[in-house]
């Protein structure tokens, strides 16, 4: 048997980036946000009233209630749709923001249209199963409501049936409807079925939840679709525009909030991170196809890389070795090399121990920190718009 190292194979075909659009905190459009970041602008703040941050700071289920918040970018038309209003009231607002931000992204890359082909287009994003605006109406029309007659029928025996009746009337009245009209808006994966329907896209759509790595995932599965042949153009990106209170109690029991309420990635006497509304979707195609079509290509992508940590620390716990792995196959499946990048943008929360663990595997791959101020740049949005 021979023995003998074999040459790698070839690098695979750069994917284009052709197209871009998001909604972030202060920021309704891409060139909003660009200008956001050249300016330094902190867009963490204070979350809109709805969300009621004194009753939880109140009773201790979070440390903090500043984040990096959409407020009034919440602006949806379902006429430019063709979506009856009814079916967005009560609905998961992430799908709706989803929509428009895919259709901006078409547009941004000139791709949008009544005489486009999209036989071949499809559609793949990033999206958390935590819980979300439209799921919580969900129990609580449901859930809660019935937990809450059942514990007065037995506190209050006395109350008839009609009165219970009307109790749950009340109670439901402070709650947003759930009905046939806008039960799609709850259902988690409709989301990208409902970009397919409306701009008329025949190639995949689904989500994925990959923790914090979903957004970059869904990119790797569109990219893969595209080098397999099996479509020419995909939209990837992610979205996790609705963030309840909820959701901030599970990392405060996790001590991952900050209780100072910044997120500064990378800095002595950081202590934790905070929480962001967003969304971000890019428009790809295979580098030579791009081309071919005359697109304009605002960069390319060469490879991603992943990996799991295995029997780490915990669960919970960042691996050096798990992210050194996930680093070393994105820029060996590529063939590009790491000592030519002068620029990294890090995942960088803020939480000490992940920062400390990312920064020890960027040393494995990169080297160690030449001269004073070191030979690569280290940066992460996040100090900016929150997680």
Request: hydrophobic letters at 40%; aromatic letters at 4%; glycine letters at 12%.
């Amino acid at each position: 048997m021979d023995m003998a190292r074999r040459d790698p194979p070839p690098a695979p075909e750069p994917v284009a980036i052709i197209g871009m659009a998001c909604i972030f905190p202060q920021a309704p459009d891409l060139r909003s946000f660009w200008n956001n970041i050249l300016g330094g602008v902190d867009a963490v703040g204070e979350p809109v009233p709805r969300w009621d941050a004194r009753r939880y700071l109140d009773a201790g289920r979070i440390r903090t209630a500043r984040g990096g918040y959409l407020g009034d970018l919440y602006r949806f038309d379902p006429r430019e749709f063709g979506i009856m209003p009814n079916s967005v009231e009560g609905g998961e607002p992430d799908q709706f923001l989803a929509l428009r931000v895919a259709r901006d992204a078409l547009a941004d890359a000139g791709w949008l249209g009544p005489g486009v082909d999209h036989r071949d287009t499809g559609v793949i994003l990033g999206h958390s199963t935590y819980l979300h605006r439209g799921q919580v109406s969900v129990v609580q029309n449901h859930l809660v409501l019935d937990q809450t007659i059942e514990l007065l029928r037995a506190a209050l025996p006395h109350l008839g049936a009609a009165e219970l009746d009307v109790l749950r009337r009340r109670l439901a009245a402070h709650f947003t409807p759930v009905s046939p009209d806008n039960s799609p808006g709850l259902v988690p994966n409709v989301m990208t079925g409902r970009i397919a329907n409306r701009l008329d896209l025949h190639g995949p759509n689904y989500l994925v939840d990959a923790a914090c790595s979903s957004s970059l995932l869904a990119v790797g599965a569109a990219i893969d679709e595209l080098r397999a042949g099996r479509s020419r153009m995909m939209i990837a990106g992610g979205v996790n525009a609705s963030l309840p209170a909820d959701v901030a109690t599970i990392f405060t029991q996790l001590g991952a909030l900050s209780a100072r309420g910044k997120v500064r990635p990378f800095e002595a006497g950081s202590d934790g991170t905070l929480l962001g509304e967003g969304l971000g979707m890019v428009v790809l195609k295979r580098l030579s196809d791009a081309l071919a079509d005359g697109d304009r290509v605002y960069a390319c992508i060469r490879g991603i890389g992943q990996a799991s940590d295995g029997r780490g620390t915990g669960l919970l716990a960042p691996s050096v070795d798990g992210e050194t792995l996930a680093i070393r196959r994105a820029y060996e499946g590529c063939g590009v090399d790491p000592s030519s990048v002068g620029l990294v943008e890090a995942h960088g929360t803020g939480i000490p121990l992940g920062d400390r663990t990312e920064i020890a595997a960027l040393a494995n791959v990169f080297g160690a920190r030449r001269g004073e101020v070191g030979h690569i740049a280290v940066g992460s949005v996040k100090s900016m718009i929150s997680h």
